[in-house]
T-cell receptor, first 110, second 119 residues
């Protein structure tokens, strides 16, 4: 079993839809949870960062962490064609290596 | 967010030559930087961890004599691919760690990546 599992998609939605991206993990020692967005042929861009459990909102993006269920989510409201990219969840223990999900390829159709 | 730059963004070289890739953290000091390799449609594969002023730690299966890493300052790490061959062609990405010991921050900011093509 991989430490972090993420549905690879691809996921295709119409413009304006709400997108839900999810990851599960097995290591209860993870404390830092991140979502990165990666456009083709570019480096990952940090979108959301959460320490421990809870929700965090930034504009159209909301990150949720449920440590009891070992489950994290990223919600994108009012999705735009410019949101089309691969989304990577990532997490780590204090001082530990970043462990990535496989990435979910999202396409938002106009 | 913090900015990490990488240079060059794209390089083509002949088989047998060496290529150096630079990674800089522009607005924060990074005691730790990481080097990743990414193949098309795949997630990032960690190659090595680079700590300022000490030897890099390589992941299993990564040849340290092939991929030389130097982290001479708190804002610069370099990766040199020595005697490059076509199978080394890939997308190389660096990241810089932003961490507060014992604190609420421990994340990585990534550079834009370097596409290496070995002919």
């Amino acid at each position: 079993q991989k430490e972090v599992e993420q549905d690879p998609g691809p996921l295709s939605v119409p413009e304006g839809a709400i997108v839900s991206l999810n990851c599960t993990y097995s290591n209860s020692a993870f404390q830092y949870f991140m979502w990165y967005r990666q456009y083709s042929r570019k480096g990952p861009e940090l979108l959301m960062y959460t320490y421990s459990s809870g929700n965090k909102e930034d504009g159209r993006f909301t990150a949720q962490v449920d440590k009891s269920s070992k489950y994290i989510s990223l919600f994108i409201r009012d999705s735009q064609p410019s949101d089309s990219a691969t989304y990577l969840c990532a997490m780590n223990q204090p001082g530990g290596k970043l462990i990535f999900g496989q990435g979910t390829e999202l396409s938002v159709k106009p | 967010g913090a900015v990490v730059s990488q240079h060059p963004s794209w390089v083509i070289c002949k088989s047998g030559t060496s290529v150096k890739i630079e990674c800089r953290s522009l607005d924060f000091q990074a005691t730790t930087m990481f080097w990743y390799r990414q193949f098309p449609k795949q997630s990032l594969m960690l190659m090595a961890t680079s700590n300022e002023g000490s030897k890099a730690t390589y992941e299993q299966g990564v040849e340290k004599d092939k991929f030389l890493i130097n982290h001479a300052s708190l804002t610069l790490s370099t990766l040199t691919v020595t005697s490059a061959h076509p199978e080394d062609s890939s997308f190389y990405i660096c990241s810089a760690r932003d961490r507060q010991t014992g604190g609420r921050t421990d994340t990585q900011y990534f550079g834009p990546g370097t596409r290496l093509t070995v002919l």
